[in-house]
């Protein structure tokens, strides 16, 4: 543990690549294999699941402090960061015991989860009482399930190419899978990602069920008159729309059907529909695709797919209400060979023949839209959000299947239509984590929910953002917080209505879990106000504008 928490301190310390990246091999060339195995788990992007209820850790943290509740929740609200409070307020170590990363995890930590309460306490003050000071921030970060620490899961896989000598797309390959929830890594694990190649090609039977490493689109936003100067002709591209679902790829291998996530999440169980409809597939298939509400031959808004991902219980009439389908867009595997490699035009003829063959319940093939010119395209693409869909992906004919947002054997290109917006007013501020733990970054807004003329009128808080401010602006706007704070409730402030900023968001629908009613998708913050006065600030009824068609 104490090589990982020390990696872990110089990781959350440093604002530098290069500095991440040296202290990161440094780390992985020392540590015995079982520790590395879940070292790289975590710095990947792995979330094991909670492991101690966070009311009882402050409690018991708080008892062995020896402090009361008020003064642990004013240390708490000047730090910023739970697990940071908790190893700064214990009590010194009693009999320091050193142990490894792997054997805290499997012996001491892992076991925490469901354990009862009255055996839980004393088994944490046991663990306190031996845990050296410099390694508890780590600690307690594990046992929340919140590390994190600045580190792409690019910067690992550079990391274990570069000790490995492996190619870098080659341990990618080898990472998909490694993350999901519930793993639990092995020295074993670890030596397959930084084992030289062998001589067969590590793609078909030999994988399991694993995914591939998902091919990312980068943004385009060109004027239109640049488009044939920067792109050539429309022929050379595939142009598809962009639909707003679950990216995933279904895999039908060793006689397994997985449906995994770009987020590495396996969430085969969560669609019995698509599990069903990838054992009627032909063994050695691997489709490309996103998951989407589909009723009446439509798709559906984004807010009905999130009532199906938090559900842990499907019952047949959520089943029948909300059918899941897989619209597919690309062919990674078939027959047990990795098509990867081959032209973008190529797969896709390949992947229409198969759905043509296979005509499933629930199998969609993602339509082409095709276009006499780039002007012929743009005024298509002025439809999307009467479709429900995010405006255009452009796929080069001859793009092979990358790994990661890559331009070496091919492009893809999101061409998004402009964000749905509004003008909103900040009520509660949060501090923010890591380098940012002292200023307050997350912001809550509200809108107005009547008119102007309307004197009883309040702001109903509506979306939560935390993107789309620069450093500087962020000092200004928490300069701003500490200057108008009404009440403290923890680490959130609620403020003086002042600041208005301009919201940007992808989607928008009803929604019966929010007070205002609407429930808005990836809101960020795109430039703040100064010219516009609060009580000029958007109002329920300008949202509820913006609602699709059906649901407004």
């Not at 899961?153 to 341990?171: E, I, Y």
């Not at 208005?500 to 879990?513: K, P, T």
Request: glycine content about 8%; some cysteine; overall charge neutral.
């Amino acid at each position: 543990m104490r090589a990982f928490a020390a990696l872990y301190r110089d990781l959350d310390a440093s604002t530098s690549s290069l500095a991440k990246q040296a202290a990161l091999q440094a780390f992985l060339r020392a540590a015995p294999p079982e520790d590395a195995a879940w070292a790289v788990y975590f710095l990947a992007g792995g979330k094991p699941r909670q492991l101690v209820p966070t009311k009882l850790l402050r409690e018991q943290a708080r008892l062995a402090a020896g402090l009361p509740e008020w003064l642990f929740d004013e240390s708490y609200e000047a730090v910023g960061d739970l697990a940071e409070t908790l190893s700064l307020l214990l009590p010194e170590p009693t009999a320091v015991v050193e142990r490894p990363l792997s054997v805290w995890m499997a012996e001491h930590l892992l076991p925490l989860r469901g354990m009862p309460p009255e055996a839980l306490a004393p088994t944490l003050q046991s663990q306190w009482a031996a845990l050296a000071v410099e390694q508890r921030f780590a600690y307690f970060k594990l046992i929340t399930g919140a590390l994190r620490v600045g580190v792409s899961r690019l910067q690992v896989t550079q990391a274990l190419a570069a000790v490995s000598g492996v190619d870098a797309k080659l341990v990618a390959q080898r990472l998909m899978g490694y993350t999901h929830v519930g793993a639990r890594p092995t020295a074993e694990d670890y030596a397959a990602l930084v084992a030289p190649p062998g001589p067969e090609a590590e793609t078909g039977p030999s994988r399991g069920a694993q995914p591939y490493p998902f091919f990312l689109a980068h943004p385009f936003n060109a004027p239109i008159d640049d488009f044939d100067a920067q792109l050539g002709p429309p022929a050379d591209w595939l142009v598809e729309w962009k639909w707003d679902g679950i990216r995933a790829q279904l895999v039908r291998r060793a006689g397994e059907v997985a449906i995994w996530s770009r987020g590495e999440e396996l969430i085969t169980d969560r669609f019995p529909e698509l599990r069903a409809l990838g054992e009627a597939l032909p063994e050695g298939t691997v489709l490309d695709g996103e998951i989407l509400i589909w009723r009446d031959d439509q798709v559906r808004p984004f807010a009905e797919l999130q009532q199906r991902i938090g559900r842990k219980t499907l019952s047949a009439r959520l089943l029948r209400e909300l059918p899941a389908a897989l619209c597919v867009y690309d062919l990674l595997e078939e027959g047990g060979d990795d098509l990867r490699a081959r032209p973008q035009q190529e797969r896709r003829a390949r992947l229409e023949q198969l759905v043509a063959v296979h005509p499933l319940p629930g199998l969609i093939l993602s339509p082409l839209v095709s276009g006499v010119d780039w002007a012929d395209l743009a005024r298509q693409r002025e439809q999307a959000r009467a479709r429900g869909v995010e405006g255009f992906m452009l796929k080069r004919i001859d793009a092979r299947y990358g790994v990661g947002r890559t331009k070496d054997v091919g492009v893809w290109w999101k061409w998004k239509i402009d964000p749905l917006s509004v003008d909103a007013v900040l009520i509660y501020a949060q501090r923010g984590h890591g380098r940012r733990a002292s200023l307050y970054t997350d912001y809550t807004f509200a809108v107005w929910n009547g008119p102007r003329d309307d004197p009883a009128r309040q702001l109903v808080p509506f979306a939560k953002a935390y993107s789309g401010l620069t450093d500087a602006e962020i000092r200004e706007v928490d300069a701003v917080v500490r200057r108008t704070t009404v009440e403290s409730f923890g680490p959130v402030r609620s403020v003086t209505p002042t600041l208005v900023f301009e919201l940007g968001f992808e989607g928008i629908a009803r929604s019966g879990r929010h007070k205002s009613g609407i429930a808005v998708r990836f809101p960020r913050m795109l430039r703040r106000r100064e010219d516009k006065p609060v009580a000029e600030a958007d109002t329920l009824q300008s949202l509820q504008a913006l609602l699709p068609e059906g649901d407004a």
